[in-house]
């Protein structure tokens, strides 16, 4: 269709994460993680010592990567750097921000969901 975005096929791609210990190593138990040629993750655990700076590199790092599909990323860390994220307008890879043990899922901050929310809200305002 005109004027959309082209979405490149694969043969596979990654599942990249940012989000604290345990949601990670959950993923990297279920066969999500990988370690690169030189060395370089498709994950970050995010602790205490975490600065906003690495979790805004991963972030961008993440989402320039072409061998990466989607980025899961834990609501509470996307909050840290919201800015980026609401920014983010590329359909791949997608954004997705999930719960964690400690911090439970708040749709009011999901920024894939007040998209569809809006889009809906546009939608329905057009066809009156």
Do not use: C, W
């Given at each position: 269709m005109a004027g959309r975005a082209s979405i490149p096929a694969r043969n596979?791609?990654?599942i990249a994460m940012i989000a604290d210990e345990?949601?990670?190593v959950g993923f990297l138990m279920a066969g999500v993680g990988n370690v690169d040629i030189r060395r370089k993750t498709n994950y970050l655990i995010v602790d205490s010592k975490?600065?906003?700076r690495q979790i805004e590199?991963?972030?961008?790092?993440f989402s320039s990567r072409d061998d990466i599909a989607i980025i899961l990323i834990s609501q509470y860390v996307a909050n840290m750097i919201r800015f980026l994220v609401d920014s983010y307008n590329k359909p791949v890879?997608?954004?997705l921000e999930i719960p964690s043990k400690d911090h439970?899922?708040?749709p009011a901050h999901d920024s894939v969901l007040s998209r569809v929310k809006y889009l809906f809200s546009a939608e329905s305002v057009s066809q009156r």
């Amino acid at each position: 269709m005109a004027g959309r975005a082209s979405i490149p096929a694969r043969n596979s791609a990654l599942i990249a994460m940012i989000a604290d210990e345990d949601t990670v190593v959950g993923f990297l138990m279920a066969g999500v993680g990988n370690v690169d040629i030189r060395r370089k993750t498709n994950y970050l655990i995010v602790d205490s010592k975490t600065t906003v700076r690495q979790i805004e590199d991963s972030f961008k790092e993440f989402s320039s990567r072409d061998d990466i599909a989607i980025i899961l990323i834990s609501q509470y860390v996307a909050n840290m750097i919201r800015f980026l994220v609401d920014s983010y307008n590329k359909p791949v890879p997608a954004i997705l921000e999930i719960p964690s043990k400690d911090h439970p899922y708040d749709p009011a901050h999901d920024s894939v969901l007040s998209r569809v929310k809006y889009l809906f809200s546009a939608e329905s305002v057009s066809q009156r």
